[in-house]
């Protein structure tokens, strides 16, 4: 039976992260992934409940871990955390969990096939999403910037729902990013050093406390894909 790591990176959540793990759990239990799974909460050194209502569930639901990486940055989070727990799969969500969870078992079923990685998409065909007007259009026309930078096949780089087996693990230790463009950049090089990879048409809405500044984030992010493009 495979190990499944499930990483939710998290920062100031305590709003989210008790409708976030209650329903990861409900979703592990009804689809018989319960004994399978352990959820690691990777904190960015939050200021609020969150650390202390994870640590409340961990009385309830003995598969839950909490470790605070004492430093924000999404993308810090994740590769302090994937090299925390030993397991098979690696899987990780956003807090907000947008991306519906149902596609959770067809990530892990197309890891079990042969693929390397697999990651959720919100443009390839036979996807549906619901989100601002602007958003939008700034995530269209970012999807286009990279396609067009790296010549790449893929369509979505930056949805929070992506899952690799334990074979990537050394890959990981090379991405540079500790932010949002963390996400590119393991597509990218992943990618670029031919992994098998399966970009999933997935269902998705935008939901309410977002911490990205679409106008900031965006100029970053478009300024270190130009970066990576030179180097690479």
Do not use: H
């Not at 286009?144 to 690799?164: E, N």
């Amino acid at each position: 039976m495979k190990k499944i790591l499930i990483v939710v990176p998290t920062l100031n959540e305590e709003k989210r992260i008790k409708n976030c793990i209650l329903k990861i759990e409900d979703y592990l239990k009804k689809n018989n992934f319960f004994n399978l799974c352990e959820i690691l909460i990777a904190d960015g050194n939050s200021k609020d409940k969150t650390e202390k209502i994870v640590k409340d569930y961990q009385k309830v639901f003995k598969n839950i871990f909490f470790e605070n990486f004492k430093r924000g940055g999404r993308g810090y989070q994740l590769k302090k955390a994937f090299f925390s727990k030993k397991a098979d799969i690696y899987f990780y969500m956003d807090v907000d969990l947008a991306t519906d969870l149902s596609f959770f078992s067809k990530g892990v079923s197309f890891l079990e096939k042969g693929y390397d990685i697999v990651f959720g998409s919100r443009y390839k065909k036979g996807a549906q999403r619901k989100r601002t007007f602007l958003r939008e259009i700034f995530a269209r026309s970012y999807s286009f910037l990279i396609r067009f930078l790296f010549r790449s096949p893929f369509f979505d780089y930056q949805c929070g729902f992506k899952g690799f087996k334990k074979n990537v693990l050394p890959l990981i230790k090379e991405i540079e990013d500790d932010f949002w463009f963390w996400d590119t950049e393991f597509i990218i090089k992943s990618w670029k050093k031919g992994f098998k990879i399966k970009e999933m048409p997935v269902l998705w809405e935008e939901k309410e406390g977002t911490r990205v500044k679409i106008l900031k984030d965006a100029f970053e992010m478009a300024k270190k894909a130009l970066l990576l493009r030179f180097k690479i």
